[in-house]
């Protein structure tokens, strides 16, 4: 199954998604996506770290590429985020630029293959009706078609409102 939470910010989508996955026997991978840049990112690395302890999740860190990426075995895996993805896929030196959303469906796809459990964790940033220049409406157009491609392949998706979960496609669990 695989299954999309998407949210705003501080929503709880992320304490949702691994909630999901608590009860899952085998093994439990966590996939990070975000780059660490300085000591800010190395201090957000460290909080999700902690939050995670305990969890009995193996983290994973890819911040492109994710149809190179082979799981160690067969289980479920909670990919934190499809936001951070879509960035690194367009900003980064080892990103796929303008060919970004074919990787990141390639890769939803190459992982999906690999696990019973697919959690894919992204962000609603498209409400506050702002207007960004050129790059940031480029990372937005990405990132929207990205989550389209995550809810096509999935059988849930579930928005993360205030903690609360909203089952926009299947049924909560």
Do not use: W
Not at 87 to 114: C, D, M, T, V, Y
């Amino acid at each position: 199954m695989i299954t999309l939470v998407y949210g705003g910010s501080a929503s709880g989508k992320s304490e949702y998604a691994e909630g999901l996955l608590a009860n899952f026997r085998g093994p439990k991978y966590y996939l990070a996506t975000m780059e660490p840049f300085g000591e800010e990112g190395a201090r957000r690395v460290a909080r999700h770290r902690a939050l995670r302890a305990g969890k009995g999740f193996e983290t994973l860190e890819k911040y492109t590429g994710l149809a190179k990426l082979k799981l160690p075995g067969s289980g479920c895996l909670l990919l934190e985020c499809l936001g951070n993805l879509a960035a690194n896929e367009l900003f980064s030196p080892s990103g796929a630029k303008e060919k970004a959303a074919q990787e990141i469906a390639r890769g939803l796809r190459s992982l999906a293959a690999q696990c019973s459990e697919l959690v894919i964790v992204s962000n609603d940033v498209f409400s506050d009706g702002r207007v960004y220049d050129p790059e940031t409406e480029r990372y937005l157009a990405l990132l929207a078609q990205a989550n389209a491609e995550a809810a096509a392949l999935a059988g849930r998706v579930i928005e993360v409102v205030c903690g609360i979960p909203i089952a926009v496609k299947g049924e909560l669990p």
